[in-house]
C-alpha cells in the first residue's frame, strides 16, 4: 500500500540559509499535518491542513510558512535557519472527509543546521 | 488544555519479561488513544489504537485498554522480545482539537537477551 512519502530524507543547512521539505500524502488523504521532534523530544505539532486551507496551528514560528497544494502534496518553507530547528520534521495524513482520524506518518526529514 | 502523562523511562528488561508502560490523560473532550512506536533511527508506527471507552487494542502482542474512570491508557505486553526495543509514545487526538496528536514524552524501553 502507498504510504506517505517525505523528501529529502536528510537536509544539512547552514545558519540563516532555507530549507524547504516536502510532504506527499496518501492517495486520497485529504489532510496533512507537520510534527517537528527535536533529539530525545516527543513530537510537537506545527501546523496543518485541511483541503488545501490552513487548518490549525501549533507551535510554529513565524519563521517557518506551510501550504498544501491542489494534488494535496504539503511544502514547508524554513528560513533563517537556527541550530535549534535542528530536528527531525514528520508529516502525516488521513482521510477526514472519509471520517477515518487516524494519521499515517512518513519516514521522516532529518534538518542539521550547523 | 489536553495532554498525555506517559511513565518515564528508560526501561531495561530481560527477554521474556512482562512490559507495562503507564500511560494516562486529561482532556476536555472524548479522545481517541493511540500508542506509537518509533525503533532506531526511524520514524513513528502506529502500534494500536482505541476509540472509545473500554475498548481494547491490540497489535503484535501489545494491548491496551480505554479507561475512561481511570483516565488510562496502559501499554502492555506478557513476553517482550529483544526487537522490541524503541521508543514509545502514548498520544490523543479530540475531535474538537482538530484532531492533531498531543504526545506523551516517550518511554524508551530496551530489551537484553
Known amino acids: 500500500a502507498a504510504g506517505v512519502i517525505q523528501s529529502p530524507r536528510h537536509l544539512i543547512k547552514e545558519k540563516r540559509e532555507t530549507a524547504t521539505l516536502k510532504c506527499y500524502p496518501i492517495?486520497?488523504?485529504?489532510?496533512v499535518y507537520w510534527y517537528q521532534q527535536g533529539p530525545g523530544q516527543d513530537p510537537q505539532f506545527l501546523i496543518s491542513?485541511?483541503?488545501?486551507?490552513?487548518?490549525d496551528k501549533g507551535s510554529i514560528p513565524d519563521r517557518f510558512s506551510a501550504q498544501q497544494f491542489s494534488d494535496y502534496h504539503s511544502e514547508l518553507n524554513m528560513s533563517s535557519l537556527e541550530l535549534g530547528d535542528s530536528a527531525l520534521y514528520f508529516c502525516a495524513s488521513s482521510a477526514r472527509l472519509a471520517g477515518d482520524y487516524e494519521q499515517y506518518f512518513g519516514p521522516g526529514t532529518r534538518l542539521t543546521v550547523t | 488544555g489536553d495532554s498525555v502523562t506517559q511513565m518515564e523511562g528508560p526501561v531495561t528488561l530481560s527477554e521474556e519479561a512482562f512490559l507495562t508502560i503507564n500511560c494516562t490523560y486529561t482532556a476536555t473532550g472524548y479522545p481517541s488513544l493511540f500508542w506509537y512506536v518509533q525503533y532506531p533511527g526511524e520514524g513513528l508506527q502506529l502500534l494500536l489504537k482505541a476509540t472509545k471507552a473500554d475498548d481494547k487494542g491490540s497489535n503484535k502482542g501489545f494491548e491496551a485498554t480505554y479507561r475512561k474512570e481511570t483516565t488510562s491508557f496502559h501499554l502492555e505486553k506478557g513476553s517482550v522480545q529483544v526487537s522490541d526495543s524503541a521508543v514509545y509514545f502514548c498520544a490523543l487526538i479530540i475531535r474538537s482539537n482538530d484532531y492533531k496528536l498531543s504526545f506523551g514524552a516517550g518511554t524508551t524501553v530496551t530489551v537484553r537477551a
Open positions: 491542513f485541511y483541503e488545501k486551507m490552513q487548518s
Open positions: 492517495p486520497r488523504h485529504d489532510t
